[in-house]
């Protein structure tokens, strides 16, 4: 049952007051805590208590390019809450924690022909970069001044995006990137994505490496000494969707490759998400004269070109065109 955000405020406050907020640090303000402190006789006079220099919990996570895997698997699984499907699958206020990018030095080919993030990132930056609120939020950065350094620190700072619209068509929603927050918290540094939305197995892998270039010229601009594959980074989406049609050329780029897909495509459907994606597969991708639109008719002919089994064998041996069989619909 759903709390009440009044609810999870007080939860939040007793995590903060026993010491269990996630990723949190004590660090008391000596201005209005200091004569507190004395009548504890907690060894003010010497300094902070040791225990009350206790570094931030550092994340237990992979690179972004490791957890987007696992990401968009747990969105194949349908092991998101909420969601819905429409038809796509699609799930709202989703995160994704990482330390660092780990980006392939090639885009995947589902996402780009020809591998090359700079395409993508140039596009991209035409789009989000107005060089009013970039420099307004190069300000704000430069005025965090414990921010550049590498010591213990408390700082955050936010750039915003807008869309710009006078160049090419806006959603109706306004730009998907709505804002990036770059924090010192501790010894750690990491930065925030905020966005309205994405669809996060063929655009987002993209779009990742067009983050990567906004936060390292960041780190140039605002003159940080950040390593950007050391930084802490979280991905906020206020709804994210995945499309059948993206899933089976994804598939082929996971660790486990073209058996992971088939074992998700050869199996009983476990819930009715993967149902629409094996149909999409096996009624669609396998066919690419029965697609009518251009984008999804070539992640069909990358799937043929880069699969090495016989998926037509497997569909007639498991049975799968009887089940899903061409109905004249086209992908």
């Not at 092991?79 to 660092?100: E, K, S, Y």
């Not at 000494?225 to 899933?247: F, G």
């Not at 780029?253 to 998400?273: I, S």
């Not at 251009?294 to 041996?317: C, M, N, Q, V, Y």
Request: glycine share 6%; hydrophobic share 35%; with cysteine.
């Amino acid at each position: 049952m759903a709390r009440s955000l009044y609810d999870a405020y007080l939860d939040m406050q007793m995590n903060f007051i026993d010491g269990t907020q996630p990723m949190s640090r004590l660090v008391p303000s000596l201005s209005t805590l200091d004569v507190d402190l004395e009548e504890a006789d907690l060894g003010i006079a010497e300094g902070i208590p040791d225990y009350m220099r206790e570094p931030a919990t550092e994340m237990n996570v992979g690179t972004l390019h490791e957890e987007f895997v696992k990401f968009n698997l747990d969105l194949i699984d349908a092991n998101v809450t909420p969601f819905q499907f429409v038809p796509a699958m699609t799930a709202l206020n989703t995160r994704i924690d990482a330390v660092g990018f780990g980006l392939p030095d090639r885009v995947p080919h589902y996402v780009l022909k020809d591998g090359k993030a700079e395409k993508r990132v140039k596009t991209l930056t035409k789009r989000y970069i107005q060089e009013d609120h970039w420099e307004r939020g190069m300000r704000q950065i430069r005025n965090c001044p414990k921010m550049q350094g590498t010591k213990s620190s408390l700082e955050a700072a936010t750039i915003n995006f807008f869309r710009d619209s006078t160049k090419t068509q806006t959603p109706r929603g306004g730009g998907c990137l709505n804002s990036m927050t770059f924090y010192s918290f501790g010894k750690q540094r990491g930065v925030t994505v905020y966005m309205r939305a994405s669809e996060v197995t063929k655009a987002l892998t993209g779009d990742m490496y067009f983050f990567r270039y906004l936060i390292q010229k960041a780190i140039d601009d605002a003159d940080l000494r950040w390593d950007i594959e050391a930084i802490n980074l979280h991905l906020r989406c206020v709804y994210s969707v995945q499309k059948p049609y993206n899933v089976p050329v994804f598939l082929l780029e996971v660790p486990q490759g073209e058996r992971e897909l088939f074992k998700r495509m050869t199996r009983d459907p476990m819930h009715k998400w993967e149902y629409a994606v094996q149909r999409y597969f096996w009624k669609f991708t396998l066919f690419e004269e029965r697609i009518n639109w251009g984008p999804r008719k070539r992640l069909a002919e990358i799937f043929r070109e880069r699969s090495t089994l016989d998926w037509h064998a497997i569909g007639l041996e498991s049975g799968k065109f009887e089940r899903f069989p061409d109905t004249g619909t086209h992908g």
